[in-house]
Structures are given as C-alpha cells and as structure tokens.
C-alpha cells in the first residue's frame, strides 16, 4: 500500500496549518510569473510552473535588518533584531532542485560562524518537496546529481500520481510529525506508477572529472571564451538556490539607522574591489570563474559538496545567455 | 496567428558570414560582434569572432534578442580587440550606436555596420520552439520602424512580408497613462517590489557605462543599495531619468529582467514627453546632443510658478 | 506669525532647494522685511538650480518630505547663464517621471524667484504649504520605506489578515 494525498487534501493541508498559526510558503502566482511567496490559503498553490526564484530566500532572505542604532542620549543604542521570533514554518511544493539546496547550503552557514539568522529559520522550516514533472530544456538536474525525483533536502516528498494524488514518503522525523499531526488528509492506496518525470537534454556529468580540470585551470584561455561577454549582472546568483553571498550596509543616518544584510553576486564588479581601488577579479570573465569554481570547487574542496542543484535557473534568467550546463559539459569532455 | 516567414532570417545569416570571413580574412577589421547560436534549440548569445573560422558560426536567428552595440561601450572594455571593429546590428541596435557616437563614446570610422534585415525577435517569455509569430515576437518588434537598417555599410539579407501587429505596448502605456496617479503608484510598487537589484537592466543598457553608477556609492548615499521597495522605486526613478534623452528604445532592460518589470514603459514615457516638448527622437543619425543637454529660450515653464 | 498662529491637525513638512543668487537672496528679503510666511518649509542653498539633482527631490520625499519647492532665478537671470535653462528641461522630464511613478505633482513645485522677490516667495511658500497640508501627508512614500521583501518580515499583510479572521 502507498501512504498518499489527493491534491485537494494538500491544498486542505495548507489551510489547516495555517490556522495552526504555521507560516506556509508555496509557489504563488505572483504578476506574470510564479514565486515562492506566503501562502494564505490552499487554493494560491500553484504546482504548475517552477516558481522564478529559488526557495532559498526563505532561509536566506533578498534583504533583512540585522540590527538597528540609534543615538539616544548622546549614546548609541544598538539594538539585535530578535531571532526568536521567526516563525514554525512549512515550504510546500518545492521541487527537488530547491528542496536540496538548504541541505547544501547548512554547511557554509553553520561552518566557522554560526550564522542564526539562516539556522534559526532553517531549523523552524519543515521542506514538503515535490516529484518534478515541469522541466524544460534549461533543467539539468540529473546532470548534477540529484533527479526529478530525487528527496534529497525534503523532510516529506510527495510524488505525483496519476489523478491528481500524490504518493507521500515521510523521510525525516519532522516530516512524519508533520504527517502525525494531520493524519486525516492522508490515506492509504494501492500503488501505481508515478507521472513520468521529465526528460533532461543533459547528460549525467562526471563531477569528479570536472573537479580535476578546475583543480588546474585556474588560468586557461577557456574562461576568456566561455564568460567575455558576461554582462556583469547579479541575475544568476539571485534567482539560483546555492549561491549565498552576501553584503552588508548601513543605511540611515549617523543618529539612527539600520545594518541590513542583502544579496550579493560575485559577477558585479565591485564584488571583490578593495579599498585600495585593486581588483584581483579586474575582468568579467575572472568574475564568472569565480563563479564556476565556487560552484564545483570551492565548496567541494571545503565541505565535499556541489554548489549546484541543476535547476536551470541562472540558464534561462542570464541576459546574454551564458549556459553553465554548456559549459560544464564542455569542461567534462576535456 | 501570423507567423513571419523564417528564410529570410537564413538569407541573413549567409550574408553575415559572408561578410564577417571577408572582413576578418582581409584584417579590415579586428572582430565581428555578432551572434552565435546556443546550446537549447531557439537560444543563442552575443561573440565576438576573431577569425574567419569563427565568422562561419555566427548566426542570426529570432532568438538574437541581445543589443550588441553594448559591447562596444566603455563599460565592456577589453572584450573587443583593439582596432576597427565589425558589428552586427539590428534596427534597435543602431540607434544605440548612433547614441553612443554622439556622446563620444565611439567614432563611426572605426566601425563597420552590418545591419541586418529584421523581420523581429522573441518576447522574453515568448515560446523560442516555434517559429516567431504574433504570439511570441517581443513587443518593441510590434512597434519597429527601422526593419530595414540605414546609414550602415552592408545591409544583410532582404525583409520579407510583414504583418500588422498590435501595439500592446503602446496600449499598455496609454492604459497607464489613463490610470489615477493612485493607481499608478499600485502599479509600480507592485512591481518595483519585486526588484532584486541585480542590476540586469543596468549591466544590459549600452548606456550605463558610467565607471562609477551613483547607485552603487554608499558615502554619500543618494539610493539606497539594499532591495527592498523603498531603495528598489528610487532606483528606477533614477534608472530612467538617467536615460531620459539617451534610451534608444532597445528594451533590453525589460527583457533582461529576470523579475518582469516593465521597464520599458518608464523610458517610452519619457521618450513620448522628449519628443513632445522638445521634439527630440533617438534615431540612427548621431546627434551631439541630447535633449537635456541643450536648451532653448523658450521652453515651455507652464509647470514653474 | 504672532496674530495669525493657528493651530492645524497637520503640519507638513515641505523641503525648498534653491539657488543661492536669487531666491535664497529673495528669502532673505522676506526676513529682513519682516514678511510672515509658514514655518514649514526647511530651505536648502545650492549654487545654481543646474546643481539641484533631482535625486534630491526623491530623496526628500524618500525621508518624509510632504512638499517640495524648487526655485531659482528668471530665465535670463542665471548667474552662470545658462543654469536654470538646463535645469528648466531637466524638471520638466522629471515631473513627468514622477507623475508616471504615481506622485501627486501638487506635491512639487517649481518657481522663479529673484532676490527682489521677497512677496512672491512668500506667496508661493504660502499657497505650497497650505496645499500640501490639505492634501495631508505624503503617505506613499513614507509607508514605502517601511515595507519589506515578505522572507524579511516573514509575514504579510495579506497573512496578517488570514489570521485574524480565524
């Protein structure tokens, strides 16, 4: 027997947790596009389209206060934003590609700073991931390792089924409290074959060989080739579900203020400036390496995993259309 | 559904290879910028041949969305050889470059324009599988009134039959207009909202070449960096006035846009007023100066008390 | 300002950037003729009305400026010749910008004002202050700074009431 959901008891699953006072966020029909946003109710689930930016802003927010000042007295006030607050949260409908990265990303961020603004939210945060059936030619997924099936990051993973009905594998201990806590909209049914999944162009890469080629290619006329024309814009870090760079800055006045903390992508020229005026990444192309070997060295050499989970995003959202899994592919075949 | 004839895009194609190999072959020039296809079907990207051989790649194709004429900006130096340089350059593109020469940011002479027969080009969010058609051709090809390039040194290929499109953009700026300044503050801030600032539409605009944006300086701080709907609304305030006057009506920005934000309404609206008040159009012939640059004695101050 | 004081419910705040050479000089007048205009207006000197950028106008309603006013000399009468010709074509576009965005206009004026102008400054800081102040405060842009992305605040005002009617 499979343990499984109709679309409609998901969508009840939504309304009931946030009438538990849960915060919900699911992939919404935002103007012409489909974003991760707050649910408030079932019904604004939309499973149709993979949502334009990743989930990871919901770990890892575009932009948050940090702190604020103000001068009182002749003395500054420094005052914490408090981290307690942020609430028991559920992300809904996450496809392998999003659903995988926290997992990803947890090392970085609790690495030599525990950094409570992402742990807090990510430990409050119970991921429903879902069996992709939307890819498109961008996706490359498979490529990298994970698939449109695949459950890792997820705590519940729900894969779609014919009818409208989604099989439901409980993977971690919040995932099956989860299900515990609203054992009504689940039942049991006899197993049939998943929706097929999409069929990705790409080929699996051989991340090991790819590692190897970066490993000794720090310098290579390729970067000039692949990434000259990089436009020097931030789009592919933002909308992808790994990148996690961050600035920080003070906006207000001397007498009061606030330090947020916001995106940053290593494409923009001002990202490694120092302040001297020297920039070691000068070129755009050095600023696109970067960029690639962050994704598939860096962080592999530091925490064993790959900073890319083949969504596709940076793909289809680059303006001159630099196509990291071309590229991959190219430096695979090497 | 009106589907555009797609040989001509193959005739243009020929005549660009044609001309870039003969270019590079006779060392008249030391690049082409042009285009080349992608790896996904109906995709391709700006690149910059250097050789003959690499002349037999590019392509022209309604997926060739990008302006070139970016590349040869101050702000993307180093990507092009030194030395006279080839461009290929769709109707859109050449008022970039007419832009660009009459600020004094390139010389004609050291450039060869092959302008390029344009029938038009995909939508962002238009469906590059199928042929281009009404439905999926970008809305500034809806409007375009340089098909047929001038003023270049080659024209490749030959326009075929084009059909009536609708100006939605220009119905989307009239509904806007026609909006209570209420509701058109709904409007934007909805969409500014959405902003993450990563810059896409300044990298992508060939005239956001300053070395130094205001936006990026922190001491002082005239627009704040940070994304939220605040510093996001006063940075295309200061987006588009910093074009107004200068904007070729590429689109570029809007495309780019990995957010949707009609971009493009805000430059058309201060393009529509330029030309009203001070009867300024971009166009394909440089002009030393631009509309706010100069002045005129009589202007109108019906706005100043 | 002693017989005429009146309390109002409201009292806008309107920021005047103006040119040093005229209207500032016309300002002054107004003070040593003891002319009574509003309080309301904080008035900021610049060289030339060429040099008033018009990230300054945003930047004034962006921290809480009701009004605005731009003023500075006559056509004719620039001290740098040609400063406020520029900055005619300049505003203008701006104007536009900004009704585009979704501002009121009433909210922004602009003005020539000469150092012999001392009445005419204060009429017009009159009239853009009681205008102002019937319109009430600028709203939009005060309630746009406190808004944030929704994974900032992890709630939204749509949420807020989804709770609130359970």
């Known amino acids: ?334 | ?305 | 300002m002693h017989s005429a004081e009146k309390k109002h419910d409201f009292e806008p705040k309107v920021v005047a950037f103006v040119c040093t050479w005229c209207t500032y000089a016309g300002a002054d007048l107004a003070g040593t003729s003891r002319m009574q205009y509003p309080p309301n207006v904080r008035v900021l000197k610049f060289p030339c009305t060429g040099r008033i950028d018009p990230v300054f106008i945003l930047r004034a309603f962006q921290k809480g400026a009701d009004g605005v006013l731009v003023s500075g000399c006559h056509p004719g009468d620039c001290h740098y010749m040609a400063g406020n010709f520029h900055a005619r074509r300049r505003f203008a576009a701006f104007r536009v910008l900004l009704g585009f965005v979704g501002v009121d206009l009433n909210r922004l004026q602009f003005s020539w004002v000469s150092a012999a102008e001392g009445g005419k400054w204060v009429e017009v800081v009159t009239e853009l202050t009681e205008r102002v102040r019937a319109m009430g405060p600028m709203r939009e842009f005060k309630e746009l700074e406190q808004e944030e992305q929704w994974s900032a605040t992890l709630t939204t005002p749509e949420l807020q009431q989804a709770y609130e009617s359970i």
Not at chain 1, 93 to 121: H, K, M, N, Q, T
Not at chain 2, 200 to 210: L, S, T
Request: glycine share 6%.
């Open chain 2, 1 to 305: 559904m009106t589907t555009i004839n797609q040989n001509c895009y193959d005739s243009v194609t020929e005549a660009i290879r044609r001309e870039a190999a003969k270019l590079l072959q006779e060392q008249t020039v030391a690049a082409v910028v042009g285009y080349v296809a992608g790896r996904r079907p109906g995709t391709a990207s700006p690149a910059v041949a250097k050789s003959a051989e690499d002349a037999e790649k590019l392509v022209f194709s309604p997926a060739c969305v990008n302006n070139l004429a970016l590349f040869l900006s101050k702000a993307k130096k180093g990507i092009v050889p030194k030395g006279k340089t080839a461009i290929v350059a769709k109707g859109c593109d050449l008022r970039a470059l007419a832009g660009l020469i009459g600020e004094s940011q390139l010389n004609r002479e050291d450039l060869v324009v092959i302008g390029v027969a344009c029938a038009g080009v995909f939508s962002a969010a238009g469906e590059r599988s199928l042929p281009l058609s009404d439905a999926n051709i970008a809305a500034k090809c809806r409007e375009c009134t340089i098909h047929t390039p001038e003023g270049v040194d080659v024209v490749a290929g030959t326009l075929p039959q084009l059909p009536d499109f609708d100006p939605v953009e220009a119905k989307e700026l009239a509904r806007l207009e026609a909006m209570t300044p209420q509701e058109r503050w709904a409007f934007w801030k909805e969409h500014f909202s959405r902003c993450i600032r990563c810059m896409a539409c300044r990298q992508i605009c060939p005239f956001c070449y300053c070395e130094q944006c205001l936006c990026d300086r922190n001491r002082p701080q005239a627009v704040e960096s940070s994304p939220r709907p605040a510093g996001n609304l006063a940075w295309h305030i200061v987006r588009a006035m910093h074009l107004a006057g200068r904007c070729a009506g590429c689109a570029e920005c809007e495309r780019s846009c990995p957010m949707d934000i009609p971009l493009n309404l805000l430059n058309r609206r201060m393009a529509q007023e330029l030309k009203e008040q001070y009867q300024y159009e971009a166009g394909t012939t440089p002009q030393e100066k631009g509309p706010l640059n100069q002045y005129r004695e009589d202007d109108d101050q019906s706005f100043i008390k």
């Open chain 1, 1 to 334: 027997m499979t343990f499984a959901i109709s679309q409609t008891n998901l969508r009840l699953l939504v309304d009931q947790l946030i009438q538990d006072g849960i915060f919900v966020v699911g992939p919404r029909r935002s103007g012409s596009m489909v974003l991760y946003e707050p649910l408030s109710k079932g019904e604004a689930l939309t499973l149709d389209a993979l949502p334009r930016r990743s989930a990871k802003e919901l770990f890892f927010p575009v932009c948050e206060d940090i702190l604020t000042y103000e001068r009182v007295e002749g003395k500054m006030a420094v005052r914490d934003v408090d981290r307690a607050h942020y609430p028991e949260t559920v992300l809904v409908g996450a496809p392998p590609c999003d659903a995988a990265s926290p997992a990803i990303l947890d090392s970085v961020f609790s690495w030599d700073y525990l950094d409570d603004f992402y742990l807090e939210r990510r430990k409050k945060t119970t991921i429903i991931g879902m069996g992709c059936t939307r890819g498109d030619d961008a996706c490359f997924c498979s490529a990298v390792g994970l698939a449109p099936d695949s459950v890792a990051g997820s705590d519940l993973f729900l894969t779609p089924l014919p009818g409208d009905e989604y099989a439901c594998q409980v993977i971690t201990e919040k995932g099956r409290s989860l299900t515990a806590d609203y054992p009504g909209l689940f039942h049991e049914q006899s197993p049939v074959d998943p929706l097929p999944a999409p069929k990705q162009e790409m080929k699996q890469l051989n991340l090991e060989r790819i590692k190897n080629w970066l490993d000794t290619h720090f310098d290579d006329p390729l970067w000039e080739k692949f990434a000259d024309i990089c436009a020097g814009c931030g789009a592919c870090a933002f909308v992808c579900p790994a990148c996690h760079c961050f600035d920080i800055n003070d906006e207000g006045s001397s007498e009061k203020g606030t330090r947020r903390k916001h995106w940053d992508a290593c494409g923009f020229g001002k990202f490694t400036n120092h302040a001297s005026g020297h920039n070691p990444r000068d070129v755009q192309n050095k600023r696109y390496r970067n960029r690639i070997m962050h994704k598939f060295k860096y962080y592999n050499d530091k925490f064993g995993k790959t900073l890319c989970t083949g969504c596709g995003r940076c793909v289809r959202a680059c303006p001159v259309g630099i196509d990291i899994a071309g590229i991959l592919a190219e430096i695979d075949a090497k």
